[in-house]
Protein backbone atom coordinates (compact mmCIF):
# COMPACT_ATOMS: atom_id res chain seq x y z
CA UNK A 1 0.00 0.00 0.00
CA UNK A 2 1.68 3.31 -0.86
CA UNK A 3 2.12 5.70 2.10
CA UNK A 4 1.79 9.57 1.79
CA UNK A 5 4.89 11.35 1.19
CA UNK A 6 3.87 14.13 3.58
CA UNK A 7 1.57 12.45 6.41
CA UNK A 8 1.78 15.30 9.09
CA UNK A 9 0.46 18.80 7.17
CA UNK A 10 -0.17 17.46 3.69
CA UNK A 11 0.97 18.62 0.58
CA UNK A 12 0.63 22.51 0.29
CA UNK A 13 0.32 22.67 -3.11
CA UNK A 14 -1.41 21.13 -6.17
CA UNK A 15 1.50 19.32 -7.63
CA UNK A 16 3.04 18.02 -5.08
CA UNK A 17 -0.54 15.96 -3.93
CA UNK A 18 -0.31 14.97 -7.81
CA UNK A 19 3.55 13.52 -7.93
CA UNK A 20 2.30 11.56 -4.23
CA UNK A 21 1.84 7.87 -4.70
CA UNK A 22 -0.88 7.91 -2.00
CA UNK A 23 -2.56 10.58 -3.09
CA UNK A 24 -2.35 11.06 -6.70
CA UNK A 25 -5.59 9.46 -7.20
CA UNK A 26 -7.57 11.77 -5.01
CA UNK A 27 -9.34 14.88 -6.41
CA UNK A 28 -7.19 17.79 -6.10
CA UNK A 29 -9.29 20.00 -3.97
CA UNK A 30 -8.38 17.51 -1.34
CA UNK A 31 -4.59 17.98 -1.32
CA UNK A 32 -4.64 20.02 2.12
CA UNK A 33 -4.87 17.37 4.95
CA UNK A 34 -7.62 18.03 7.21
CA UNK A 35 -5.03 18.76 10.36
CA UNK A 36 -2.96 21.38 8.38
CA UNK A 37 -3.83 25.12 9.03
CA UNK A 38 -1.57 27.80 7.99
CA UNK A 39 -1.59 30.60 10.89
CA UNK A 40 -0.67 33.49 7.93
CA UNK A 41 -4.29 31.84 6.15
CA UNK A 42 -6.36 32.17 9.28
CA UNK A 43 -9.21 34.49 9.07
CA UNK A 44 -9.11 34.67 12.92
CA UNK A 45 -5.76 35.50 12.84
CA UNK A 46 -6.00 38.06 10.26
CA UNK A 47 -8.70 40.08 12.40
CA UNK A 48 -7.41 39.72 15.59
CA UNK A 49 -3.52 40.97 13.99
CA UNK A 50 -5.58 43.76 12.18
CA UNK A 51 -8.08 44.64 15.67
CA UNK A 52 -4.41 44.67 18.09
CA UNK A 53 -2.47 47.10 15.44
CA UNK A 54 -5.99 49.38 15.31
CA UNK A 55 -5.93 49.00 19.12
CA UNK A 56 -2.47 50.08 19.40
CA UNK A 57 -2.69 52.95 16.55
CA UNK A 58 -5.73 54.84 18.52
CA UNK A 59 -4.08 55.01 21.72
CA UNK A 60 -2.03 57.46 23.38
CA UNK A 61 -0.40 60.20 21.15
CA UNK A 62 -2.10 58.95 18.35
CA UNK A 63 -5.68 59.89 18.82
CA UNK A 64 -4.57 63.63 18.71
CA UNK A 65 -5.24 65.67 15.63
CA UNK A 66 -4.83 69.45 14.06
CA UNK A 67 -6.77 72.20 15.44
CA UNK A 68 -9.24 74.35 12.84
CA UNK A 69 -6.85 76.95 13.52
CA UNK A 70 -3.65 75.12 12.38
CA UNK A 71 -1.56 75.86 9.69
CA UNK A 72 -1.74 73.57 6.63
CA UNK A 73 1.90 72.88 7.58
CA UNK A 74 1.82 72.80 11.65
CA UNK A 75 3.25 70.12 12.82
CA UNK A 76 1.54 70.78 16.49
CA UNK A 77 -0.94 67.99 17.46
CA UNK A 78 -4.06 68.43 20.02
CA UNK A 79 -6.33 65.81 22.49
CA UNK A 80 -9.94 66.04 21.83
CA UNK A 81 -9.80 67.63 25.39
CA UNK A 82 -7.66 70.66 24.79
CA UNK A 83 -9.25 71.41 21.43
CA UNK A 84 -12.68 71.60 23.06
CA UNK A 85 -11.34 73.82 25.80
CA UNK A 86 -9.21 76.30 23.42
CA UNK A 87 -11.73 76.58 20.49
CA UNK A 88 -13.70 78.74 22.67
CA UNK A 89 -10.76 81.03 23.23
CA UNK A 90 -9.28 80.96 19.82
CA UNK A 91 -13.14 81.96 18.63
CA UNK A 92 -12.41 85.53 21.02
CA UNK A 93 -8.77 85.90 19.76
CA UNK A 94 -10.26 86.58 16.34
CA UNK A 95 -12.86 89.16 17.59
CA UNK A 96 -10.20 90.71 19.21
CA UNK A 97 -7.85 90.73 16.53
CA UNK A 98 -9.28 93.96 14.55
CA UNK A 99 -8.99 95.81 17.68
CA UNK A 100 -5.90 98.00 17.70
CA UNK A 101 -2.39 97.80 20.22
CA UNK A 102 -3.72 94.36 21.37
CA UNK A 103 -0.82 92.00 23.16
CA UNK A 104 -1.31 88.74 22.62
CA UNK A 105 -1.04 87.22 25.85
CA UNK A 106 -1.32 88.56 29.22
CA UNK A 107 0.37 86.55 31.16
CA UNK A 108 -0.88 86.33 35.26
CA UNK A 109 1.47 84.40 38.01
CA UNK A 110 2.52 84.29 41.31
CA UNK A 111 5.54 87.28 42.26
CA UNK A 112 7.62 84.32 43.13
CA UNK A 113 7.96 82.98 39.82
CA UNK A 114 8.74 85.89 38.04
CA UNK A 115 12.36 85.09 37.69
CA UNK A 116 12.02 81.41 37.14
CA UNK A 117 9.08 79.76 35.01
CA UNK A 118 7.08 82.83 34.70
CA UNK A 119 10.04 84.10 32.67
CA UNK A 120 10.58 80.62 31.53
CA UNK A 121 7.31 80.83 29.59
CA UNK A 122 6.89 84.27 29.01
CA UNK A 123 10.64 84.16 26.66
CA UNK A 124 9.24 80.97 25.31
CA UNK A 125 6.31 82.89 24.03
CA UNK A 126 8.36 85.67 22.91
CA UNK A 127 10.87 83.44 20.99
CA UNK A 128 7.64 82.30 18.56
CA UNK A 129 6.80 86.02 17.82
CA UNK A 130 4.05 86.07 20.68
CA UNK A 131 3.79 89.44 22.45
CA UNK A 132 3.18 88.99 26.23
CA UNK A 133 1.84 91.23 28.83
CA UNK A 134 4.30 90.46 31.63
CA UNK A 135 4.95 92.72 34.44
CA UNK A 136 8.54 92.02 35.11
CA UNK A 137 8.86 94.56 32.00
CA UNK A 138 5.74 96.14 31.59
CA UNK A 139 5.59 97.86 35.07
CA UNK A 140 7.49 100.53 35.38
CA UNK A 141 9.70 101.26 39.11
CA UNK A 142 6.93 103.44 40.93
CA UNK A 143 3.90 102.96 38.70
CA UNK A 144 0.37 102.04 40.17
CA UNK A 145 0.61 98.25 40.02
CA UNK A 146 -2.99 97.44 40.16
CA UNK A 147 -3.62 100.59 37.39
CA UNK A 148 -0.90 98.50 34.64
CA UNK A 149 -2.39 95.16 35.47
CA UNK A 150 -6.20 96.54 34.40
CA UNK A 151 -4.36 98.47 31.77
CA UNK A 152 -2.44 94.87 30.37
CA UNK A 153 -5.66 93.02 30.53
CA UNK A 154 -7.98 95.64 28.52
CA UNK A 155 -5.14 95.41 26.08
CA UNK A 156 -4.40 91.69 25.39
CA UNK A 157 -6.16 89.26 23.26
CA UNK A 158 -6.38 86.31 25.96
CA UNK A 159 -4.94 86.09 29.40
CA UNK A 160 -3.08 82.09 30.59
CA UNK A 161 -2.61 81.96 34.37
CA UNK A 162 0.55 80.06 35.56
CA UNK A 163 -0.61 77.79 38.46
CA UNK A 164 2.37 76.98 40.30
CA UNK A 165 2.63 76.18 44.43
CA UNK A 166 3.65 79.65 44.99
CA UNK A 167 0.76 80.98 42.89
CA UNK A 168 -1.96 78.71 45.24
CA UNK A 169 -0.42 80.21 48.39
CA UNK A 170 -0.99 83.51 46.98
CA UNK A 171 -4.81 83.28 46.01
CA UNK A 172 -5.33 81.95 49.57
CA UNK A 173 -3.72 85.14 50.97
CA UNK A 174 -5.54 87.53 48.30
CA UNK A 175 -2.59 88.46 46.63
CA UNK A 176 -2.58 90.08 43.37
CA UNK A 177 -2.81 87.29 41.55
CA UNK A 178 -6.20 86.54 43.03
CA UNK A 179 -7.02 90.43 41.90
CA UNK A 180 -5.69 89.26 38.07
CA UNK A 181 -7.29 86.26 37.84
CA UNK A 182 -10.81 87.68 39.49
CA UNK A 183 -10.75 89.96 35.89
CA UNK A 184 -9.46 87.26 33.63
CA UNK A 185 -12.73 84.79 35.15
CA UNK A 186 -15.06 87.47 34.44
CA UNK A 187 -13.87 88.11 30.23
CA UNK A 188 -13.81 84.49 29.94
CA UNK A 189 -10.91 84.28 28.49
CA UNK A 190 -8.47 82.24 30.33
CA UNK A 191 -6.12 79.07 30.09
CA UNK A 192 -4.67 77.57 33.20
CA UNK A 193 -1.28 76.53 33.01
CA UNK A 194 -0.39 73.98 35.61
CA UNK A 195 3.13 73.71 36.67
CA UNK A 196 4.75 71.39 39.12
CA UNK A 197 1.23 71.12 40.86
CA UNK A 198 -2.40 69.24 40.16
CA UNK A 199 -6.04 70.42 39.53
CA UNK A 200 -6.70 68.45 42.16
CA UNK A 201 -4.80 71.23 44.68
CA UNK A 202 -6.01 73.75 42.10
CA UNK A 203 -9.62 72.74 42.76
CA UNK A 204 -8.75 72.82 46.79
CA UNK A 205 -8.10 76.58 46.29
CA UNK A 206 -10.13 78.04 43.54
CA UNK A 207 -12.61 75.91 42.26
CA UNK A 208 -13.60 78.07 39.63
CA UNK A 209 -10.36 78.30 38.26
CA UNK A 210 -9.89 74.53 38.86
CA UNK A 211 -13.08 73.81 36.75
CA UNK A 212 -11.72 75.21 33.72
CA UNK A 213 -9.73 72.77 31.25
CA UNK A 214 -6.03 73.86 30.34
CA UNK A 215 -2.53 72.65 30.01
CA UNK A 216 -0.02 71.15 32.53
CA UNK A 217 3.43 70.43 32.22
CA UNK A 218 2.69 67.31 33.70
CA UNK A 219 1.47 66.38 29.83
CA UNK A 220 4.05 67.85 27.78
CA UNK A 221 7.00 70.40 28.18
CA UNK A 222 6.92 74.14 28.38
CA UNK A 223 8.17 74.46 24.92
CA UNK A 224 5.20 72.20 23.34
CA UNK A 225 2.57 74.51 25.64
CA UNK A 226 3.84 78.15 24.66
CA UNK A 227 4.05 75.96 20.49
CA UNK A 228 -0.12 75.94 21.51
CA UNK A 229 -0.28 78.79 22.68
CA UNK A 230 1.76 80.67 19.85
CA UNK A 231 -0.34 78.99 17.29
CA UNK A 232 -3.49 79.89 19.51
CA UNK A 233 -3.45 84.07 19.16
CA UNK A 234 -1.67 83.90 15.68
CA UNK A 235 -3.93 85.95 13.05
CA UNK A 236 -5.63 83.79 10.46
CA UNK A 237 -4.00 85.63 7.92
CA UNK A 238 -0.45 85.01 9.14
CA UNK A 239 -1.44 81.13 9.41
CA UNK A 240 -2.30 81.33 5.53
CA UNK A 241 1.18 82.91 4.79
CA UNK A 242 3.05 80.59 6.98
Not at 52 to 57: A, H, M, T, V
Not at 113 to 121: C, N, Q, W
Not at 216 to 227: D, K, Q
Amino acid sequence: MSRCTAPRYGHRTASAAANCPACSSRSSRSYYSPSYSSPYSDSSYSSNRLNNNSSNNSGGKSRNKKASWSSISSTILYTPEEIKTLTPVRENVEKRSNLPDLRDIFLCHAWDDRKESAKELHDLLESKGVSVWFSEKDVLLGSPLMREIDRGLAKSKVGIVLVTPSFLERINNAGIADKELSALLARDLLIPIVHNTTYENLRDVSPLLGSRSGLSTAEETMAEIAAKLAELVTPEDALIEA
